[in-house]
């Protein structure tokens, strides 16, 4: 979790080695999402922050024969 200004902003990583299992933004699947969405809403409620604005970011890492190709989505998805 993070935070910027007002809004707590919850980052979802993930990272490949290779494409035989797709890009790694792509493992950011539905079921992820929804699994970071009710953890989110947990620890803000946990933290008494539930009136608080929150953000889904996914940063992802993709490493090829150049290195690492690194990519931040913000507001990547939301909670609805």
């Known amino acids: 979790m993070a935070a910027d200004r007002d809004t ?15 890009h790694a933004v792509e493992a950011v699947t ?3 999402r929804s699994r970071v969405v009710r953890a989110a809403r947990i620890y ?16 992802a890492i ?8 690194l990519r931040h989505d913000e507001n990547a998805f939301s909670a609805g």
């Open 30 to 32: 539905a079921r992820k």
């Open 62 to 69: 993709d490493w090829g024969p150049e290195g690492p190709q």
């Open 44 to 59: 803000a409620a946990t933290k008494g922050l539930s009136e608080s604005a929150i953000r889904f970011d996914v940063v």
């Open 8 to 22: 707590l902003v919850f980052v979802e990583v993930k990272e490949r080695r290779g494409d035989s299992h797709g």
